[in-house]
């Protein structure tokens, strides 16, 4: 198992280099001079040059790939010309929200798909399982600003149930940073005003952040379980007299429970990539919203960051999805 | 005596998007204790699908009983529920099946699914310890080597016939009254199909339970039957102790059957094929649904059922060239 | 309750083919209509995206004030909740809604359709070299799209569109770039479990040449799968299209372009509600309407696949 680890963090590696050759690629067919952007607009010609020969701007690509992968590695991704900081200090800032958006986005997906999934199988055509359907049909077809801006409106403009946007209620302090989620930080440091108000402001954005990935959890999970549930080790553990809910709950999940992993896997990515837009809804202070901005003002350094970081991300959870899957799996176990 | 299983009249079909399959067609079948029954025929007669939907293994949308009755020990058991079908399985009746890969569910260890069965089989009534030693008495019984790290090993671990073992021991802990055998070894290697007959034959023995064996091998089936019944399309066309059915076959399909298996001693110029292909089982023939390719049918055989004829003891064929050869006994 | 499944129709089925006419294709096509006619989903999106095709040929014909399509003013009937002139109300400067979200439909069937048609052609040669060519050629090609799909789609929306500038060209050739890989794997799978097909190898042996044997026997039979999954993927070329809109990346107002109608209209919440209710229910309805037929196409045509 640890041979497999360490060969698959070699492929990561090798995949990461490849990611940003093809982001720093992208982000040279940018029309625009860098330097001139860099230096503002009431620069003078010679401001200009002045600040492209300091970062080495006008050296062949090669050589500034070269110099940029030697960057990275070194922590430095550059300055946002949006916030005027470095823009490593911006990821280390922005991240953990992110990070905390989605692991409960993503939580909850696979925490009430799957059994909605099963419910859907062990039901089907009959009523509940349309219901089913029909949210695992719409919710992949909703967009998911357009979601967030309605749950908004109702519940948080007209109903005042939830916060508006943002982590934390503005006079609220933030707890002492130790993971950099905000949920935790005030659990291990016993806030639990923080921590109330920390999970209210995470309810609407992980929901519409969440609703996607769900309803394709669903759909997979139950087609899944309906192919499981007609094969022949089924059979032969109802002809043993093998109850019910054992028959569901372990011996046709567990084989059905593996292409749904791969499909949570891929809906995590898609789901990073939502961030953008729900975080721009809620105000909600991720790598998501810095990407954002940095876009619509041109600002490269940050997208690129951005980028690089949720690739290595998703690459991440893909690592450890294929983990799972030998863990559960115990053909691939002896693959290994 | 009472037989200990007995199907009168059965009929059954499948709705499907091209029409009603009528897979089985009023069929009438004993099977008394202690018997070992042999169920014959080729690929999609129904034989498997008789014997499974009288237990309620065949889910019944698309499938549909549409007459008769089947009593197990003189209990009606077709209109059971699905509780108490479900008791009966695993209890009064276990299965075996064909292929031992794709039945036996290749994320939980072989112990744990044995463990499982048995514990459903006595509803719960003995530990998970308890349950572990029975497993592994049986194991030790089918003649599984190495029962104690078999217990733990997964089933993609174990070849084809240990598997089949695993299987039989599954189906045995139950201590059924009746073992219903599906084509078992048909999925094996040939070497193995004669340990695994030779088990079966002598389990069923040991322990006193009564079998059906279904396969579509005459042979397999003479190994360890007393009792043929020959099936086609549906239809139970014969029905008589083993030695008769070789020596003395009467319906035309069982004499076809014989006849296109090669000897192994006598060299022959060609084997003797049956002519013809399946009946179409959406609109079935009236009658006979052998009588498009018998070369003796008549005119009776198209008209209505065909009467079971007793011709000899024990020894019944559904086929009107017997008709003037009935005796009573 | 459902504990095995419905299965099938009996095993011996194939038996009881055997003696029934041969399969002729006119009953298969019409078994394939049939079943997806029983489907109410699949129906249910056939009828969706007809509207959807139909309203985006006509629009312009059938709104009731054409000239709010691109742009005109007039502040006098600003913010107008819906109302039976103005049914899904006014925006900021008095444009008729519903006349801009009609109009708004034909800009994302061109939208949906030039995402999908750039990225299927570059997508699909790429798969199909990668499929029928060398190891090493293959392998170059799966690399680099594994790379590709290392990214979330969007991210990478973004940074071609941080990098091109905002636009709604822009935002289609990034949605192309980010759409292309899956059209590499779905094709070269398929090629090359047909490579090994016999009629291929027979096809070899006569001395066709590499061409025709790609053209004659290999895309047609990918032709399946691709159908399904374009149609799959209009839905979703719609939404990133919105979604880049929403950012203010891709269409740029006064563009009738749903997202970019939505990003507006957020700031009109909650008193002003229609502005950003209705183009989002377009939306919704239209990638309903394409995934519906999607998956009616795909359990129609090639029930394996699942996506």
């Known amino acids: 198992m640890g041979r497999l680890i360490a060969r698959r963090l070699v492929f990561m590696i090798f995949m990461l280099v490849g990611l940003m050759a093809i982001v720093f690629a992208i982000s040279n067919i940018a029309p625009g001079d860098p330097a001139r952007l860099a230096a503002g607009p009431d620069a003078t010609n010679e401001m200009v040059e002045k600040i492209r020969q300091e970062r080495g701007l006008d050296k062949p690509i090669v050589t500034r790939f070269v110099v940029y992968l030697g960057n990275l590695t070194q922590g430095n991704f550059g300055v946002s010309l949006h916030t005027k900081r470095d823009v490593a200090s911006d990821l280390a800032r922005y991240f953990p929200a992110t990070l905390e958006l989605v692991l409960y986005a993503i939580g909850f997906a696979v925490l009430v798909g799957v059994p909605l999934g099963m419910l859907g199988a062990v039901f089907q055509n009959k009523w509940p399982d349309h219901w089913i359907r029909f949210v695992a049909v719409s919710g992949v077809a909703l967009p998911m600003f357009w979601l967030g801006l309605m749950l908004q409106w109702y519940l948080s403009l007209e109903l005042d149930l939830f916060p508006l946007g943002g982590r934390l209620g503005i006079m609220t302090p933030r707890p002492e940073t130790i993971t950099g989620l905000l949920t935790v930080d005030s659990l291990l440091t016993g806030d639990i005003r923080a921590f109330r108000e920390a999970v209210w402001h995470l309810v609407l954005p992980s929901l519409a952040l969440s609703l996607p990935a769900l309803a394709s959890i669903i759909r997979v999970n139950r087609a899944e379980m309906l192919e499981t549930l007609n094969k022949d080790y089924i059979l032969n553990a109802r002809a043993q007299g093998i109850g019910a809910f054992r028959i569901v709950t372990a011996y046709a999940l567990k084989n059905a429970i593996l292409p749904t992993l791969a499909m949570i896997g891929l809906r995590f990515g898609w789901m990073l990539g939502g961030t953008v837009l729900v975080e721009s809804v809620f105000d909600f202070p991720g790598v998501g919203l810095y990407a954002t901005k940095a876009a619509v003002s041109s600002d490269f350094d940050p997208i690129v960051a951005v980028t690089l970081v949720l690739g290595a991300c998703f690459m991440v959870v893909n690592l450890i999805i294929d983990l799972l899957y030998a863990l559960l799996d115990p053909r691939v176990r002896s693959q290994i | ?329 | 309750m459902n504990l095995t499944g419905t299965r099938a129709a009996p095993k011996s089925s194939a038996a009881g083919e055997q003696i029934a006419k041969p399969v002729d294709r006119f009953r298969e096509y019409r078994r394939m209509w049939a079943t997806f006619r029983r489907s109410y989903s699949s129906m249910a999106g056939l009828v969706i995206v007809s509207i959807f095709l139909i309203i985006s040929a006509i629009g312009p014909w059938i709104v009731p004030f054409p000239e709010d399509a691109l742009g005109s003013i007039h502040l006098e009937r600003k913010l107008e909740p819906p109302s039976a002139t103005h049914w899904f109300g006014t925006d900021e400067v008095g444009m008729d809604i519903y006349t801009r979200v009609v109009i708004g439909a034909r800009t994302t069937l061109y939208i949906g359709l030039t995402i999908t048609g750039l990225a299927m052609l570059i997508g699909v040669p790429l798969g199909l070299l990668a499929g029928v060519g060398n190891t090493w050629l293959r392998e170059s090609i799966m690399r680099v799209t594994d790379i590709f799909l290392s990214i979330p789609g969007l991210i990478l929306a973004i940074a071609i569109v941080g990098a091109l500038g905002p636009g709604i060209l822009n935002a289609m050739i990034a949605l192309s770039l980010v759409w292309w890989p899956g059209y590499v794997r779905l094709v070269q799978s398929k090629a090359l479990s047909l490579r090994n097909e016999t009629y291929v190898e027979a096809a070899r042996s006569i001395g066709a040449s590499n061409f025709r044997i790609i053209f004659m026997h290999i895309l047609p039979n990918c032709m399946s799968p691709i159908v399904v999954k374009a149609s799959m993927d209009m839905g979703m070329a719609i939404l990133g299209a919105a979604s880049l809109g929403f950012l203010g990346l891709g269409a740029q107002p006064p563009y009738p372009e749903w997202g970019a109608m939505i990003s507006i209209g957020k700031n009109y919440l909650p008193d002003w509600w229609w502005y950003s209710l209705f183009p989002g229910l377009a939306i919704y309805f239209t990638v309903l309407g394409f995934n519906l037929l999607g998956d009616g196409l795909r359990d129609m045509l090639d029930p394996k696949q699942r996506s």
């Open chain 2, 1 to 329: 005596m009472q037989p200990l299983l007995s199907i009168r009249d059965l009929a059954l079909q499948f709705d499907t998007f091209d029409g009603s399959y009528k897979a089985i067609d009023h069929v009438s079948i004993d099977l008394n204790p202690g018997e070992a029954l042999g169920l014959v025929g080729e690929t999609g007669c129904g034989k498997s699908v008789l014997t499974r939907s009288a237990f309620g293994l065949v889910p019944t949308p698309p499938a549909k009983i549409t007459s008769g009755s089947v009593t197990f020990e003189g209990r009606e058991i077709l209109g059971l529920s699905a509780k108490e079908q479900r008791a009966m399985r695993g209890r009064d009746v276990a299965m075996i099946f064909q292929d031992p890969m794709t039945f036996i569910n290749p994320v939980f260890k072989i112990g744990t699914q044995l463990v499982d069965a048995i514990r459903a089989q006595r509803q719960g009534r003995v530990s998970k310890r308890e349950a572990r030693s029975i497993a592994l008495a049986m194991l030790d019984k089918v003649q599984l080597p190495n029962p104690d790290r078999q217990f733990e090993s997964y089933p993609h671990q174990l070849s084809g016939g240990m598997r089949q073992r695993v299987l039989i021991a599954m189906a045995l802990t139950a201590e059924p009254k009746l073992l219903i055998a599906d084509e078992p070894t048909t999925a094996l290697d040939v070497t193995i199909q004669a340990q695994i007959l030779d088990l079966i034959a002598r389990l069923v023995e040991d322990m006193g339970i009564s079998l059906i064996m279904i396969s579509h091998d005459l042979g397999v089936v003479s190994q360890v039957c007393s009792r043929v019944a020959v099936m086609y399309a549906g239809q139970i066309v014969e029905d008589a102790p083993v030695e008769q059915v070789f020596n003395n076959p009467a319906h035309p399909y069982t004499k076809g059957l014989l006849a296109a298996v090669p000897h192994p001693f006598k060299v022959e110029d060609k084997l003797e094929g049956i002519d013809g292909n399946l009946p179409n089982l959406y609109e079935p023939p009236k009658g006979c649904r052998f009588a498009a390719r018998c070369g003796h049918a008549q005119a009776a055989c198209s008209v209505g059922p065909i009467r079971q004829v007793t011709i000899e003891k024990n020894h019944d064929v559904a086929c009107v060239l017997y008709n003037n050869q009935e005796v009573h006994v």
